[in-house]
């Protein structure tokens, strides 16, 4: 069976890993600690390919302890028993060291069993994830471990690693072949190594050299590397709901592509349906319908067209102007619920026309505001504790302030 090349120039210290120098640097914390031969108990946590494997690997070569390796999508009850079943025995005399590689797939009742022998210290734990350990790592577990992040590798840090595997086969780079093929692995070694592995067999016979050409028929959207039940999901559902609030249509339009070309017309329509009604909204009323009647016509469109009304949202959301006036009335409203404010209606708003005997006035007295001049009349609406409360501040936009100033004019001529 052949070896996958990314196995085969794992990097075997340290110094040799690519990237994550905010952990393996000379001088920073982590590396201090893990050298000192002192292995606490860990959780690393990033995308695929970006070298937790390789330095859980490196640590358990520098560690003295009976190293027992674990993956969460093949491990059983079994083989975590098996484990737990040699502790204190003479091959593990000095603790064990159990690298648990993608924990978030082993289910809480198998998390549990490993709880009591990492807390006692007869287990070392180094696991690693790809997926939030807040979120897929029971809470016990995860509060006796450290948790280490690792970012996705640069353009740069993966244009060397490739520069090492064309040397280990004699090849060589044109123009700027490399730096297209560091671009196809989107952060991920593995993946660029995985290209590289194709690409090398492509090159034509008696040449050494890798062409652009080559490339490109290898690293087709090679951008494109994100599951929707991953992180990588809501980082770029968050991105581009953020570059829409920030007026900002270029990478408004880069994360909206980014979203269609893997699919995901549906998540891409909601978050433009979102920002509309919250990062717009009163400043500029007309473009909620709009932005539906876009997202309707893409999902009628489906792909590949669907890009066109969702991109005609996107630009147009992002250059709108802006305004949270309403939502932020809202959760100031929301706050004073879950507070406990607002005890009871007025009585003139009541859906009653019953007046106990213990009633001091008598009759609802409610004012029809359509029977007044220009169709409003005052009178109290917000409960008595609240009555003096504003929740709703104009923003500083064109229309509402059009609004304020009708209204102002109104009201304080009554």
Not at 26 to 44: E, L, Q, T
Not at 77 to 82: A, C, F
Not at 101 to 119: G, R
Not at 213 to 238: C, F, P, W
Request: with cysteine; aromatic share 10%; hydrophobic share 40%.
């Amino acid at each position: 069976m052949q070896q996958p090349l990314a196995d085969l120039l794992r990097p075997k210290s340290f110094d040799d890993v690519l990237g994550q120098q905010h952990l393996l640097g000379k001088g920073m914390a982590f590396r201090k600690v893990v050298s000192s031969n002192h292995i606490p108990n860990m959780v690393f946590y990033g995308p695929p390919g970006v070298g937790k494997t390789t330095v859980a690997n490196i640590i358990a070569e520098k560690t003295n302890m009976s190293l027992y390796k674990l993956n969460g999508t093949t491990a059983s009850t079994d083989d975590i028993k098996q484990i737990i079943a040699n502790i204190n025995s003479v091959l593990t005399q000095n603790g064990i060291l159990l690298y648990l590689d993608e924990i978030q797939y082993l289910n809480k009742k198998q998390q549990q069993s490993l709880l009591e022998f990492v807390e006692k210290g007869d287990i070392t734990l180094i696991a690693s994830t790809t997926e939030n350990p807040f979120f897929y790592i029971y809470p016990a577990l995860l509060s006796r471990c450290t948790v280490f992040e690792f970012k996705p590798l640069s353009t740069k840090d993966i244009s060397k690693g490739l520069l090492k595997a064309a040397e280990q086969f004699g090849l060589v780079f044109e123009d700027d072949a490399l730096e297209y093929l560091a671009l196809s692995g989107n952060g991920d070694m593995r993946k660029a190594l995985n290209n590289f592995d194709f690409v090398r067999y492509a090159v034509k016979k008696g040449s050494n050299k890798i062409t652009r050409d080559i490339v490109d028929q290898v690293a087709i959207k090679g951008n494109i590397s994100y599951d929707r039940s991953e992180d990588k999901h809501y980082d770029n559902l968050s991105a581009l709901m953020k570059s829409l609030r920030g007026s900002d249509p270029d990478a408004a339009i880069y994360y909206l592509a980014k979203m269609l070309e893997a699919g995901d017309i549906i998540a891409a329509s909601r978050r433009l349906l979102c920002s509309a009604n919250e990062d717009v909204g009163l400043a500029y009323p007309q473009i909620i319908p709009i932005v539906k009647a876009a997202v309707d016509t893409a999902l009628q469109l489906g792909m590949p067209e669907a890009y066109l009304p969702l991109a005609n949202a996107a630009v147009l959301i992002a250059t709108a102007p802006k305004s949270n006036s309403a939502p932020m009335a809202y959760w100031k409203a929301q706050a004073d619920i879950a507070k406990g404010k607002g005890v009871g209606v007025p009585r003139a708003l009541q859906n009653t026309h019953y007046d106990g005997a213990d009633a001091k006035v008598k009759g609802q007295h409610y004012k029809y505001p359509h029977d007044y001049k220009h169709h409003w009349v005052k009178q109290q609406y917000l409960p008595d504790d609240l009555k003096n409360e504003t929740y709703y501040q104009y923003g500083d936009n064109k229309y509402e302030q059009a609004i304020k100033e009708y209204w102002e004019k109104i009201k304080h001529n009554d």
